[in-house]
Structures are given as structure tokens and as C-alpha cells.
């Protein structure tokens, strides 16, 4: 439910911004400056995570996204058309999220036993990427229909009733040992997880390539699916709604077949997956280039995304899966609050960045797309050879996963 809300307002708000705004310019900054909160935000939401209980904490965040709803929808009459209040919603928005997000991910390892990790994130993966099919289908669908103030409105019911079935939830709360004051907490917490970061180099050595991913690919298709559609084929807000709900479900899948996988689910053939991926997203700029019928382009775009989130699934729950095994609980909340600052980073300067270059390559925006995607291509090889190369050799990796599932 919160994250049914969570993508219908983080998908709508950039959305109308392009569609009062026609640009792709003010997309991207709408799509990529909230993500400052979220960067600011999620080291402290990682602290607060394993050091609070959970489901209290959990209510308290729905509770006031629904504050930072109704007052938004209150203003919404004024102000809905004017892109810094916009912005300014979506800052307060993710900063919540932020917190949510790391308090919900660092539970999944005290309910699920360490042997069935894999199969439990897949679940879990498998429900939320659900959750997220149906916000997109409602963001870009009834928009069309229903305009801006409706659609919020049940975003707020959804954060609403969230709230009320936290207070039912039962996590594993263990109290940690307090001293100092929050600046001498904060500043301990997240030494000891950065600490515990540079010790496992299969983490430490994934930061950077989920960085570019975030940075050069998946921006270039979150903020040039939609620009393409609308601007390139001419198609409504409608089709965009209809296209990333289905690249939700092509998540879907990649759930499934990661928790199928089980224990043969590891960091290199995660990176196998990506880089299909980015060979399937080749016929995307292709279209663009060749006079292409227009709801033939637009199936190979969908096609495109669906099969880059598909891959992406199954990459990050092998990724997740091992940090998960490795980190106590005492640090998990930390540790993935770490882990999420950089891919959110890469958003925050991957939209605008990309948003600026298909205005500015308004005429060509083949360019843009092939560009990513072979920058993209040469970070996934490159990787995927190093990881595999070192988890075969048994230099970094292979001793902390046998460790791990023995512990």
C-alpha cells in the first residue's frame, strides 16, 4: 500500500511537470533534484532503523506522508502548476521514504532465516515490484482521465491505511547500548557500518558500477522512455503509463527468477543479466534513426525497459542477498542505508543530465541513447570479468559467501 502511493506521486509530479511544461529539461530536474533529500536523509533513516522499533517507527513515517499529502492537496489549487513547489513536495516526500525504505529492507533479514534469504527477497520483490506496477498504471493512466487532485487523494488513503497496519506488525527489536549525544551516535553508527563496508570487498567493490548504472542507463531510459513517447511518437500520457507498468512487470519476473535461481544467484551472473539487458536496449535507438511505424517503436521501447528492469531485479536481490548474509543485525539498517546513497546520487544527476541532453539532441536523440548504452556496456564487461575472475581465484568474495552460509 505505502508504495502503490509512493510511485503513483513520484511518477505523477514529473509527469505533469512535463506534460504542463513539454520539457524534457524540467522533467529531469523534477524526476532528479527530490533525490537530494533521499541522499541527505538515508544515513540517518539506517540509524533510526536499527535503533528504534520498527513498526513504530514505520507509522510514524506514514502518518506524516499523509500530512505532507493532505496539506500539498490543500495548497494544490494555488500552486499545482508552479515546478519549485513541486519540487519542494517531492524533497519532504523522499526524505520520509528514505527513512521507510531502510527501515523496511533492514527487516526482511530478521524474519526470514539466512538459508531461504534469497526466496524471501524474491517475495518480497515480487509484491512491492506489484505495488509499483500499480502506481505507474495509475500515474500515467487516469491521469489522462481523472486529472491531478483525485489521484492524490487515494494516494493518501493508501498512506493512510498503511499507517494503521503498522501498529500490527511484529519485528525483532533488540535494544542497542545509547552514550553521547544524537551528533556523537550518528557519527559512531555510521563509522562502524562504513568500516564494515571497506572489509567486504565484494560490497565496497559494487558500489561503483551500480553508481554508473543508475547514473547513464537507467536514466536514460526513465527520463527517454517517457520524452520519446510523448514528444518523438507523439502518444499520450496514457501510453506512458501503460509502457512503465509493464516495464513493473517485467521486475516482476526477474523476481521470480532470481528466487528460483536459490543459491546459484550470485554478483557475476547478475551482471550477465545487465548486460542482455543493455544488448536489448540497442533496437530503442534504432527505431529512432529508421522510419518506423509509430506503435512498433513504441512495443521495442516498452520491450527495451521491461527487459532492463527484469535484469535489474535479478542484480540487486543478488546483490542484497549477500549483504544480507554478511552484515549482523545490528548494522544491516546502516549498511544498505549506505549502499542506497549512491544509485540515488546516480538519479539525482543522471535525470537532469539526461533530461538536458534530449533537449538538447531534441533532433537526434539517438545519439543519447546509444551513447548510454555504450558506456554502460563497458562498465558491465569490465565487472562482470573482475568479479568473476576473483569469486573463481577465491581472492575476495568466495570466503566471505562460504562464511556466510555457514554462519
Avoid at 177 to 204: C, H, M, R, W, Y
Avoid at 317 to 331: G, Y
Avoid at 369 to 380: E, N, P, R, T
Amino acid at each position: 500500500m505505502s508504495l502503490l502511493g509512493n510511485m503513483i506521486v513520484s511518477t505523477l509530479l514529473p509527469l505533469h511537470i512535463l506534460n504542463i511544461s513539454g520539457s524534457a529539461s524540467l522533467y529531469g530536474l523534477a524526476m532528479g533534484l527530490p533525490a537530494i533529500s533521499f541522499i541527505i536523509m538515508t544515513p540517518i533513516g539506517g540509524i533510526m532503523a536499527d535503533r528504534l522499533k520498527k513498526n513504530r517507527l514505520m507509522f510514524w513515517l506514514d502518518v506524516s506522508i499523509t500530512a505532507v499529502m493532505v496539506v500539498y492537496m490543500l495548497i494544490s489549487g494555488l500552486f499545482t502548476e508552479v515546478v519549485p513547489i513541486v519540487i519542494v513536495k517531492l524533497l519532504a516526500f523522499n526524505a520520509i521514504q528514505s527513512i521507510y525504505m531502510a527501515t523496511t529492507a533492514s527487516s526482511i533479514s530478521l524474519l526470514v532465516p539466512s538459508e531461504k534469504l534469497a526466496a524471501g527477497n524474491a517475495v518480497v520483490m515480487v509484491v512491492n515490484t506489484l505495488s509499483m506496477t500499480g502506481g505507474l498504471a495509475v500515474a500515467g493512466v487516469l491521469y489522462d482521465r481523472f486529472g491531478l487532485f483525485p489521484i492524490l487523494l487515494g494516494c493518501a488513503v493508501c498512506f493512510a491505511t498503511t499507517s494503521i497496519v503498522d501498529l500490527f506488525l511484529r519485528i525483532p527489536y533488540t535494544k542497542q547500548e545509547t552514550s553521547g549525544s544524537v551528533p556523537q551516535i550518528v557519527k559512531s553508527d555510521l563509522t562502524a557500518s562504513l568500516q564494515f563496508i571497506k572489509k567486504k570487498p565484494v560490497i565496497s567493490r559494487c558500489l561503483i558500477p551500480m553508481f554508473i548504472l543508475e547514473l547513464v542507463f537507467g536514466s536514460m531510459l526513465m527520463i527517454g522512455m517517457p520524452v520519446v513517447i510523448t514528444v518523438h511518437l507523439g502518444l499520450s500520457m496514457t501510453h506512458v503509463g501503460a509502457a512503465l507498468a509493464v516495464m513493473m512487470f517485467g521486475g516482476v519476473l526477474g523476481a521470480i527468477v532470481a528466487g528460483s535461481l536459490g543459491t546459484r544467484l550470485n554478483i557475476p551472473n547478475g551482471f550477465i543479466f545487465v548486460i542482455i539487458s543493455i544488448l536489448c536496449s540497442v533496437p530503442m535507438g534504432l527505431i529512432l534513426i529508421f522510419d518506423v511505424p509509430q506503435m512498433l517503436a513504441y512495443v521495442a521501447i516498452v520491450a527495451a525497459g521491461a527487459i532492463f528492469v527484469f535484469a535489474g531485479k535479478i542484480f540487486s536481490l543478488a546483490i542484497m542477498t549477500h549483504i544480507q548474509v554478511e552484515t549482523p543485525p545490528e548494522l544491516i539498517g546502516k549498511v544498505l542505508a549506505n549502499l542506497m546513497i549512491l544509485p540515488s546520487i546516480g538519479q539525482s544527476i543522471g535525470y537532469p543530465l539526461l533530461g538536458w541532453l534530449f533537449q538538447e539532441f531534441s533532433a537526434t536523440p539517438w545519439y543519447v541513447i546509444f551513447g548510454a548504452i555504450a558506456v554502460m556496456m563497458l562498465v558491465a564487461v569490465t565487472a562482470y570479468r573482475y568479479f568473476k575472475k576473483a569469486l573463481a581465484l577465491g581472492t575476495i568474495g568466495q570466503s566471505e559467501i562460504t562464511e556466510g552460509n555457514e554462519r
